[in-house]
Nanobody, 129 residues
């Protein structure tokens, strides 16, 4: 059974850190480009960060560049999103997904759940004082 399961969300104060985990089952995540996305109430979906499989090339949105880091753990069949210096505006549901391509150059970070691919359910992140 093909699954993507996110974990690691929670509540933190501004300036805090969280590490999100996207774990796959039923397929090898290392073979595909993987992205982290977020959706906050009343806001558009945002492709936060993506990583290719072919060369581990990465993409970060302007809003998180320098604060978030995406990485792979092939032994765990997972992709992480390390989030530092969190801000209240980072509050959202974060989910991971793949469009089954190997490269982020195919536009993974610009895609949504309605596009062809496979997406997890998400984990909630709350940042407030």
């Amino acid at each position: 059974q093909v699954q993507l399961v996110e974990s690691g969300g929670g509540l933190t104060q501004p300036g805090g850190s969280l590490r999100l985990i996207c774990e796959a089952s039923g397929f090898l995540l290392q073979n595909f480009a993987v992205g982290w996305f977020r959706r906050a109430p009343g806001k558009e979906r945002e492709g936060v960060s993506c990583i290719s499989s072919s060369d581990n090339r990465t993409f970060y949105s302007d809003s998180v560049r320098g604060r978030f880091t995406i990485s792979r753990d092939n032994a765990r069949n997972a992709v992480y999103l390390q989030m530092n210096s969190l801000k209240p505006e980072d509050t959202a549901n974060y989910y991971c997904g793949t469009d089954w391509s190997s490269s982020i150059e195919r536009g993974l970070c610009q895609k949504s759940r309605s596009d062809s691919g496979f997406w997890g359910q998400g984990t909630q992140v709350f940042v407030f004082s």
